[in-house]
């Protein structure tokens, strides 16, 4: 299944988090989780803890925590949630 959603192109995401909250650690548990099985070696999952970098959310416009940007390639796409629905947020990282 991880070559049926690879792409030439590197996969370049961002995963905004509030700390330790409960969704964050499990946001990123998943993201980990469905990069690693989806998309191998072709991604780079940046971790952004907005109680340290609030500036950052400012700049990508996030508003609410845990939110999933995808960055590059375009177009930019956005997952907010505990990212708990893997088949939703495969649809959107391939999305365009």
Do not use: W
Not at 37 to 56: C, K, M, Q, S, Y
Not at 61 to 75: D, E, M, R
């Amino acid at each position: 299944m991880a070559a049926a959603h690879a792409t030439k192109t590197r996969l370049m995401l961002r995963l905004y988090v509030a700390g330790s909250a409960p969704n964050s650690i499990r946001a990123i548990a998943n993201a980990t989780a469905i990069c690693d099985a989806h998309f191998a070696a072709r991604h780079t999952l940046e971790i952004v803890d907005l109680l340290t970098a609030p500036e950052r959310a400012l700049a990508d416009g996030i508003i609410v925590t845990p939110t999933l940007l995808k960055v590059s390639p375009a177009p930019m796409q956005r997952v907010i949630g505990n990212l708990d629905d893997t088949e939703q947020v495969i649809r959107t990282l391939v999305a365009g």
